[in-house]
């Protein structure tokens, strides 16, 4: 059975509570309520009917949230409770095609390659300084870098060099609602001027700069822009989620590329999947989560794969024994994981309370891959976005998913794993794989069950925190490989030789 969980308590009174308390006043929205959760059809194959979710039989890890779409293995007796027995995984996205390095001046995948990430806002509260931005600058610039705070690792291929990033990766907010001088009106110019003067400006003057050092001899790198939902500059309405990307005032270098929130796109020999918006909040303050199994489906970066329940866990029945887990030990690396599982940027329905969510815009296949006021692209960066603009959804597997929140920064192994492939044998039973007598009886084989997929999801926090202080940005390195070893495409190979380091600012 495939279906949307829906928390139908919590629909019933979403009118009530949004009357009760202002969206941005109010507190984080209550978890999923397993006395109310439920099963929703799609409408197409049973008209959108709904049936009550019992996991209380669950041996294994899981994790559940609205909106979330699953497939569960259970039975349903009365006709309006279906007990489950496992919870499967979703089929991943696809992993993007192989393709040449795109990355500036001489990085890239065959001699490793250094992207620094930062996330906004990048001013103090009590100033329009952007002191944070020009240290992260200074930090792709590969001057003035400080010890990171700490360095999580698959297999560490080489330590953080001060050499200079092959790209930059800011993440708004820019100009951002909630700094006293914007909220107050007493910035003295406006949102616009005040994005072109201080961001854009400041790094086109950097990227002069960089090209201009006789010691490099390079172009600059890359500087990729995507806005949040608290940006309220750049004339584009960035508020609602997804949002389209930051126009770029004229004569703007052709380093720098704006893209929507979120985006899809290839920085060398890494695909990256970023967004502006704070799923990692949302998502954390709405799931449920139980089962007694041990988990499976990623650790932390250093911390190993845990054992799957198939081996550790004993459950009544031989097929829900041998079903993967669907919840990873690791809080953090399960919410990247349902992103991954669910093939989407922000898989929460209904959204989390002040969440601007744009229906139209989700659906995505409206836009075109260039982003409205990004420049054009120069010889060594291709057209960023991998298809037609995607909303919400993952077109590939990212092999980075950068994901900035206000939590605590990490870098984990996020990994979704691959749906069983699943059939019914003679006798009724759910198996997951040909026995010996299945040519006997005439059964067909299932199709070969697809790959999960890993990635590398990265908080690089914010350049700016709450209270005025310094904050932290992320220097994602790509390793080289190992002599005489070739590019064979895989993901997972660019996940094994991925390092992340959280710097200090």
């Given at each position: 059975y495939v279906a949307t969980v829906s928390d139908t308590a919590a629909a019933d009174a979403a009118d009530a509570a949004a009357a009760a308390a202002a969206a941005a006043d109010a507190p984080p929205p209550p978890r999923l309520d397993l006395h109310s959760a439920s099963l929703e059809g799609s409408a197409a194959l049973s008209g959108g009917r709904r049936a009550r979710l019992d996991v209380s039989r669950l041996r294994h890890r899981w994790r559940l949230f609205p909106g979330q779409v699953v497939a569960v293995v259970g039975a349903c007796p009365a006709g309006h409770t279906l007990t489950a027995s496992a919870l499967l995984p979703s089929a991943p996205p696809p992993r993007a095609p192989a393709a040449a390095s795109m990355a500036g001046g001489k990085g890239g995948d065959a001699e490793g390659m250094r992207v620094v990430v930062a996330s906004g806002p990048f001013t103090a509260p009590g100033d329009i300084a952007f002191e944070a931005l020009d240290a992260i600058l200074a930090l792709a610039a590969g001057a003035g870098e400080r010890p990171p705070s700490s360095s999580p690792s698959p297999s560490p291929p080489s330590s953080s060099s001060s050499r200079p990033a092959d790209a930059v990766i800011l993440v708004g907010p820019f100009v951002d609602e909630r700094h006293p001088s914007v909220s107050s009106g007493s910035l003295g110019v406006s949102f616009d001027e005040l994005f072109e003067r201080e961001v854009v400006a400041r790094i086109a003057a950097w990227s002069l700069a960089f090209g201009g050092e006789k010691r490099r001899r390079r172009a600059p790198p890359p500087v990729v822009l995507l806005p949040s939902p608290r940006d309220v500059a750049a004339g584009s309405l960035t508020s609602a989620f997804p949002a389209r990307?930051?126009?770029?005032?004229?004569?703007?270098?052709?380093?720098?590329?704006?893209?929507?929130?979120?985006?899809?796109?290839?920085?060398?020999?890494?695909?990256?999947?970023?967004?502006?918006?704070?799923?990692?909040?949302?998502?954390?303050?709405?799931?449920?989560?139980?089962?007694?199994?041990?988990?499976?489906?990623?650790?932390?970066?250093?911390?190993?794969?845990?054992?799957?329940?198939?081996?550790?866990?004993?459950?009544?029945?031989?097929?829900?024994?041998?079903?993967?887990?669907?919840?990873?030990?690791?809080?953090?690396?399960?919410?990247?994981?349902a992103l991954l599982e669910q093939g989407c940027f922000y898989p929460l329905y209904p959204p989390a309370r002040g969440t601007m969510l744009d229906a139209r815009l989700a659906l995505g296949g409206s836009e075109s891959s260039a982003p409205p006021g990004s420049s054009s692209s120069s010889s060594s960066w291709s057209p960023p976005v991998l298809p037609a603009y995607p909303g919400l959804s993952m077109p590939f597997s990212p092999d980075v998913l950068l994901l900035p929140s206000d939590l605590a920064p990490f870098a984990r192994v996020a990994t979704a794993e691959a749906p069983p492939a699943l059939r019914v044998d003679g006798s009724g039973e759910l198996v997951l794989s040909p026995s010996s007598s299945a040519s006997a009886s005439g059964l067909a084989p299932p199709p070969p069950p697809q790959p999960g997929v890993k990635a590398v999801a990265v908080n690089p926090g914010r350049a700016v925190t709450a209270g005025g202080g310094g904050g932290t940005a992320a220097v994602v390195i790509l390793g080289t490989r190992k002599k005489g070893e070739t590019n064979n495409g895989d993901a997972d190979d660019a996940v094994s030789r991925c390092r992340v380091d959280i710097v200090r600012l």
């Open positions: 990307a930051l126009v770029l005032p004229a004569g703007t270098p052709e380093n720098i590329v704006s893209l929507p929130n979120p985006a899809t796109f290839r920085v060398g020999g890494l695909v990256f999947g970023a967004t502006g918006h704070d799923v990692l909040r949302d998502l954390s303050a709405s799931q449920a989560a139980g089962g007694l199994g041990d988990g499976s489906g990623g650790a932390g970066i250093g911390g190993g794969e845990s054992a799957s329940p198939a081996s550790s866990t004993p459950a009544p029945a031989a097929a829900a024994a041998a079903l993967p887990g669907v919840a990873p030990k690791d809080r953090m690396a399960g919410l990247a994981g």
